[in-house]
């Protein structure tokens, strides 16, 4: 297991499930996905300290030492969520154990789709083939529920935001009583939530453009991809970009919602401020306390 304490003072503690193996790009520019993630999700200012475990390489942390962390991350992947690899049914037995305790779980891309397969759902190769790019997705249109605190905390969600994609696999159908949040013209299920202890991410949050265009280029030599396919993207990553402000600060704000019990009683606390950011042409607002709900 390796640790990356973000700094010394004692503070939250979350773990990084991961699902790949670091690329040759990202170890030279980022020196690992541990580093992506924890720009993308942490705060340094906080004191937290991330864990990672290697979940491709069977690397999970034991029952005992589930109780210490105050959320998890399962990262995307290259492998199929459906598939039978022993670290993959390890990994939703995982899950399971998590929901029972009610542990915070954060799945993006591979890991959106294990938690739906771990909780009785269904996942297989998407329909519509490979999904690379920006996409807009669009945010479930409904009267959010009191006890939902990483939404609440958000305040408004934007009708539509876009989002970095790559995937071939997606969510067919989600478990039992789950709660679809967004879905786009290509993907049924953009985002999902169980309760408010488990949420799915179809996209990658944490990605820059480089990091897609370094994928593009290796599912392009490998030839998983055409050219003309891979120039598309390409193309369209020079004439927009992901929401990436709005979907950190939804991430964040799920991984950390219990800092904000208080908000789902008495909505905002004397020491808190509304923090603005843009999606598309609309303004919406995030609730930052003396706590950090978000960043």
Not at 63 to 80: C, H
Not at 116 to 128: F, H, I, M, N, P
Not at 200 to 222: C, F, K, M, W
Not at 271 to 288: H, I, L, M, Y
Request: negative net charge; contains cysteine; charged residues 25%.
């Amino acid at each position: 297991m390796v640790v990356n304490a973000v700094v010394a003072r004692k503070g939250r503690r979350f773990a990084l499930l991961m699902a790949a193996h670091d690329s040759e790009y990202v170890i030279k520019k980022y020196s690992g996905y541990l580093n992506v993630f924890v720009a993308a999700f942490g705060d340094a200012g906080a004191g937290e300290t991330w864990d990672l475990y290697r979940a491709v390489d069977g690397e999970l942390p034991g029952e005992e030492e589930l109780d210490r962390y105050d959320g998890f991350v399962i990262s995307g992947s290259p492998n199929d969520a459906y598939a039978d690899d022993e670290w993959i049914l390890r990994l939703c037995s995982l899950v399971r154990d998590l929901h029972a305790r009610r542990k915070r779980v954060l799945g993006v891309c591979f890991g959106h789709q294990v938690i739906c397969r771990a909780l009785g759902g269904r996942v297989g190769r998407a329909r519509s083939g490979w999904d690379i790019g920006i996409r807009e997705v669009a945010i479930a249109d409904a009267q959010l529920p009191r006890q939902c605190r990483f939404l609440d905390a958000l305040r408004e969600l934007p009708p539509r935001a876009k989002i970095t994609k790559i995937h071939q696999d997606e969510v067919w159908d989600v478990p039992a009583g789950a709660e679809v949040l967004a879905s786009s013209e290509k993907t049924g299920v953009e985002m999902f939530r169980v309760g408010e202890h488990m949420l799915g991410v179809q996209g990658h949050p944490e990605y820059t453009n480089d990091i897609l265009l370094s994928l593009v280029n290796r599912l392009l030599a490998a030839g998983s991809i055409t050219v003309s396919f891979a120039e598309a993207v390409k193309t369209q990553l020079e004439s927009t970009g992901p929401d990436r402000e709005f979907w950190l600060k939804l991430c964040k704000s799920f991984l950390k919602a219990d800092e904000a019990s208080s908000i789902a009683d008495d909505l905002y606390l004397n020491d808190t401020e509304a923090e603005s950011f843009t999606v598309g042409d609309q303004t919406s607002t995030c609730v930052v306390s003396s706590v950090v709900i978000c960043q």
